[in-house]
């Protein structure tokens, strides 16, 4: 008696494997909005408990209680909490952050040419400090414990411990004032003008994060060519005949790049928060000063917005990293959930 088999069910289309980068892009997606809602829950809180009052810094000290009161409603600021957050939230989503309380004028109006500034500040610093670091901790990796790498070391643990107000302070003197006086001290770029087109003005702040920068994706790319210099697949790849800067660049360099990836996107993250204090440094005008003034004007739809701009980018460059790093690892990108 003959005894038919049964043919077998594939499984749900719910139930089979995802690719792991779409898993990995949808998953932090969600977990990145989530971020940002909680970044601003964070954020409006602290705005309401600035000492003072709005209205009043809004109008200044000789400000009448009738036009404070006029302009406490027109500004909601005397509904409930909850209700004010909910009616900036929503707004907020749509792109209308408000307008700016010292100002009078929209915020996205008032820092859309601060923030070209500041994100033309961030690439240039970038294209210069990662692929300088890559090259840096490469080759002190290659001459481990001889005079470059020693030097290396040395050179990246001194700009490692400066603060970057020092570091700005520091280029300032030496190419813009007592030294020599090759660049301008002050990065006042015109309001009618754009960053690219005063470029001897973005030297001084470019270079500043860049030396404050390089120092630690260095030291990550260096201990990781090392351990990946010392393991068996390259020793094994030596032993095959393969030239000594193709086993470098195709095998050690390729696989030490995720961890040198993971810390230059942290590095990324920080260069937009650090642009404060050094776009204060050159009175750069970018997203820096204008949280500076923002603060002490106690101009809140500005702070919100900015502070708003800076968590996305976070969230942002997090996210391409992770995606770079399942991208270079072969065993992430083949799996299956």
Do not use: C
Request: hydrophobic share 55%; charged share 10%; net charge positive.
């Amino acid at each position: 008696m003959a005894v038919e088999l049964a043919a077998p069910v594939s499984p749900p289309a719910s139930r089979r494997a995802r690719h792991p980068v779409a898993t990995l892009i949808t998953r932090r997606t969600l977990l990145g909005l989530l971020t940002l809602w909680l970044v601003s829950v964070l954020v409006f809180a602290v705005t309401l408990v600035l000492p003072g009052d709005a209205a009043k810094a809004i109008l200044g000290r000789y400000a009448t209680p009738v036009r404070v009161r006029a302009l406490t409603d027109q500004l909601h600021l005397n509904q409930p909490v909850f209700v004010q957050y909910a009616h900036w939230l929503l707004n907020a989503v749509q792109g209308n952050f408000g307008s700016s309380f010292a100002a009078g004028v929209p915020v996205l109006q008032l820092i859309g040419h601060r923030m070209e500034n500041s994100g033309f500040l961030v690439l240039v610093s970038a294209v210069v400090a990662i692929p300088l670091s890559f090259v840096l901790g490469a080759w002190s990796a290659v001459r481990r414990d001889r005079l470059a790498d020693h030097v290396i070391g040395a050179v990246t643990l001194f700009f490692a411990s400066l603060p970057e107000f020092i570091v700005g302070i520091g280029l300032a003197i030496l190419f813009a004032t007592t030294v020599v006086h090759i660049l301008p001290a002050d990065s006042l770029i015109p309001p009618t003008s754009a960053a690219w087109d005063n470029m001897n003005l973005v030297v001084l702040p470019a270079a500043t994060l860049v030396l404050v920068t390089v120092p630690y994706i260095v030291r990550i790319a260096r201990a990781s060519i090392v351990e990946a210099l010392e393991s068996e697949y390259v020793e094994m790849a030596r032993l095959r005949g393969i030239g000594w800067w193709r086993v470098l660049v195709v095998h050690a360099m390729r696989n030490s790049l995720v961890p040198a990836i993971q810390v230059s996107a942290i590095e990324l993250a920080w260069m937009a928060g650090g642009v404060v204090l050094v776009e204060s440094v050159y009175s750069y005008p970018g997203i820096g000063t204008a949280l500076v003034d923002a603060v002490g004007n106690r101009d809140i739809p500005v702070i919100q917005a900015i502070t708003l701009a800076v968590a996305a980018l976070y969230v942002l460059v997090n996210l391409a990293a992770d995606v770079a790093t399942i991208l270079l690892t072969p065993r992430l990108r083949t799996a299956s959930r």
